[in-house]
């Protein structure tokens, strides 16, 4: 049987755009699974939202992602890459996160040039570290996979915003040197840096489609065209699921039935209810 990081590499070597909605749980990987998505990424901005009701700004911790990562992850036979912030300290913290990653079942790590605590790419107030400590970080997750596993490694540049377009061409250049296997520049402005970066940086890409968010978001087949690979929706879920909830509580509160939910029922088949009690009569004493 091939395992998600086998399974990861295959869909990266295969010619096409993969369209990749962000999943923040169990419950929401789940549902991109049985969409007919390939794959997922666990965002830190949805799973500290959603496990600790937190702006992403660094506050939720290493053990809390790789908590909510494992479960996750059980849950789904599709790939799914976590996201691993700054690695969680220097360059030796780097290096154990993406031990952990590969242990709690994930196909692939994203890690960062932000300064910690980080903070989501799309607002303001974000820091990157020296191109020379973000180089290091990122041998050390090398390093790491090459010691001890074939984890894809997705290397972030946040330099677009804070340094400029060319200096996060040359990282991202950099990053693509040192091995990252998907490089990305967050907060791409325009079509002409989205063709710029497939230029310059010979890896596969990944563009970031955040509603509302700086970069802008295009049909799935000019992004074939423009050279990327991967296409994050990082909040769509999340956003979703909260609108959602927000109108059924104000039906509630207006001591109305919320319109739209799905039927007992298939809930409950969503959920494994009746695939459960079917194994557990096979177990189910005669006497």
């Known amino acids: 049987?091939?395992?998600?990081?086998?399974?990861?590499?295959?869909?990266?070597?295969?010619?096409?755009?993969?369209?990749?909605?962000?999943?923040?749980?169990?419950?929401?990987?789940?549902?991109?699974?049985?969409?007919?998505?390939?794959?997922?990424?666990?965002?830190?901005?949805?799973?500290?939202?959603?496990?600790?009701?937190?702006?992403?700004?660094?506050?939720i911790s290493y053990g809390e992602m790789l908590d909510q990562g494992?479960?996750?992850?059980?849950?789904?036979?599709?790939?799914?890459?976590?996201?691993?912030?700054?690695?969680?300290?220097?360059?030796?913290?780097?290096?154990?996160?993406?031990?952990?990653?590969?242990?709690?079942?994930?196909?692939?790590?994203?890690?960062?040039?932000?300064?910690?605590?980080?903070?989501?790419?799309?607002?303001?107030?974000?820091?990157?570290?020296?191109?020379?400590?973000?180089l290091m970080r990122l041998k050390a997750v090398v390093d790491a996979r090459n010691e001890s596993s074939d984890l894809v490694i997705v290397a972030r540049t946040d330099a677009r915003h804070t340094h400029g377009f060319e200096e996060a061409l040359v990282r991202a250049r950099a990053f693509a040197e040192l091995g990252a296997d998907v490089v990305f520049v967050e907060a791409l402005e325009s079509r002409d840096e989205m063709h710029a970066l497939r230029e310059a940086v010979d890896r596969p890409l990944l563009v970031n489609l955040l509603e509302g968010g700086k970069t802008p978001i295009l049909p799935h087949a000019e992004l074939d065209a423009l050279g990327f690979k991967l296409a994050a929706y990082p909040l769509t879920l999340l956003n979703a699921s909260i609108v959602a909830m927000q109108g059924a509580l104000a039906s509630l509160v207006k001591s109305e039935a919320p319109a739209g939910l799905m039927p007992f029922a298939e809930l409950r088949a969503l959920l494994g209810f009746d695939a459960y009690d079917r194994e557990a009569l096979r177990y189910r004493s005669e006497g």
Do not use: W
């Not at 479960?71 to 799914?80: G, R, Y």
């Not at 031990?99 to 974000?126: I, N, S, W």
């Open 70 to 134: 494992r479960n996750l992850c059980a849950a789904v036979k599709l790939p799914v890459i976590g996201d691993a912030d700054t690695g969680y300290g220097n360059a030796v913290n780097a290096k154990r996160t993406l031990r952990g990653y590969l242990q709690a079942g994930f196909a692939g790590m994203m890690v960062e040039d932000q300064v910690a605590p980080k903070r989501c790419g799309h607002t303001e107030g974000k820091q990157v570290v020296p191109r020379e400590e973000a």
């Open 1 to 59: 049987m091939t395992g998600p990081v086998a399974r990861l590499r295959e869909l990266l070597e295969r010619p096409g755009l993969l369209p990749m909605p962000c999943c923040f749980d169990a419950l929401s990987a789940r549902l991109v699974e049985l969409a007919g998505f390939e794959l997922t990424f666990m965002s830190g901005f949805g799973v500290s939202a959603a496990r600790i009701a937190a702006p992403d700004t660094g506050l």
